[in-house]
């Protein structure tokens, strides 16, 4: 049966196609020469095929003129790591408890599997991608992140080396993007003393996306959006539906960072904010150079 998120291209019409491509002309002009950063989700990248199409659209973005940034996740490889290691990883208001030999294995999994995997990718599509940690020309200063309790503010929780991003250093991105590369970032941060943090992706793309005036912010996951009680998708949502929606218990685990990171990059000028479903081929692409409205956008107000 075919399946109507993955329609079979040789079967639309050369004039369809050709409409399809005439519609993208506005996009690529709105947005050419303007900085994306799109976080591609653990969870989205879990189907080869899917991580291929991925990095074949943003080598596409990149060759019309538009300058992504990626910051990767990848959640699900901590924790199949951690497996492996007789580990179960375990989560407070969705950042990983991370003791020390958790903090080795993120290190490895991340920078050394995951972000290398994605530059491989890109570069096998045609584009120059460059792997980076926090740590790379002093991207990501961070320090301990101080967890107050989500319902009882007058309670803490130590996570271990999560990291609260203090700076972000965007020369070394900004050089790169000059230079007709790709960044791939990793969300690793590094402190005072040189120690590692293990930092929520969404959070780092947040910021970066802040930092470097982003024209949008793109975040790859494995649900259509962010949804409500009866998990129907909410395509629209302000600042105060959002805090709403976290009063109410209707965002918890990873969707809580994804959209504090979001509204975070609505809120200091970010003009386009949007949660998409990285599960559906090109979704990227359909969310940047179509018409199609998609997955939730985050408003500032
Ligand atoms: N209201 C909500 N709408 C959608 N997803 C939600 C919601 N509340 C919690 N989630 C969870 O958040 C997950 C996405 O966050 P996360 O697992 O961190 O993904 P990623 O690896 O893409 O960052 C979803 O798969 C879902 O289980
Ligand atoms: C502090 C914290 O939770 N860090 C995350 C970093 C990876 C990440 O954010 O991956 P996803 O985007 O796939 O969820 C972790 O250890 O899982």
Do not use: C
Not at 102 to 125: K, S
Not at 147 to 157: A, F, I, L, S
Not at 210 to 220: F, Q, R
Not at 226 to 232: I, M, N, P, S, W
Request: proline share 5%.
């Amino acid at each position: 049966m075919s399946n109507p998120a993955d329609p079979d291209l040789s079967k639309i019409a050369p004039r369809e196609k050709a409409e399809i491509l005439a519609q993208a002309l506005p996009y690529i002009r709105k947005f050419h020469g303007k900085t994306l950063v799109i976080k591609y989700g653990g969870n989205a990248m879990t189907d080869p095929a899917l991580q291929a199409d991925f990095a074949e659209d943003v080598v596409l973005l990149k060759l019309v003129g538009m300058n992504p940034v990626v910051v990767h996740g990848g959640g699900p490889q901590i924790e199949t790591a951690l497996k492996r290691l007789g580990k179960t990883g375990h989560f407070i208001q969705g950042m990983r408890v991370t003791d020390e030999e958790t903090m080795e294995v993120v290190e490895w999994v991340l920078a050394g599997e995951v972000q290398q995997d994605i530059v491989g990718l890109i570069n096998q599509a045609g584009g120059k991608a460059v792997g980076l940690t926090g740590r790379d020309g002093g991207l990501i200063r961070a320090q301990k992140l101080k967890m107050v309790d989500n319902t009882d503010p007058t309670k803490e929780h130590d996570v271990g080396s999560v990291g609260d991003i203090v700076a972000i250093d965007p020369s070394v991105v900004k050089a790169l993007q000059d230079d007709a590369f790709i960044p791939v970032i990793s969300p690793i941060g590094f402190g005072e003393q040189n120690e590692s943090y293990n930092i929520n992706a969404d959070v780092v793309a947040g910021k970066l996306a802040t930092v470097l005036k982003a024209e949008k912010l793109v975040l790859l996951t494995n649900t259509p959006g962010v949804l409500d009680k009866a998990g129907k998708l909410l395509t629209d949502l302000t600042a105060r539906e959002i805090d709403e929606l976290f009063a109410d218990g209707t965002i918890s685990g990873g969707m809580l960072p994804k959209i504090a990171g979001a509204l975070d990059a609505a809120k200091s000028g970010v003009n386009a904010v949007h949660i998409i479903d990285g599960r559906v081929p090109h979704a990227m692409l359909l969310e940047i150079l179509t018409d199609q409205a998609y997955g939730t956008m985050i408003r500032s107000h």
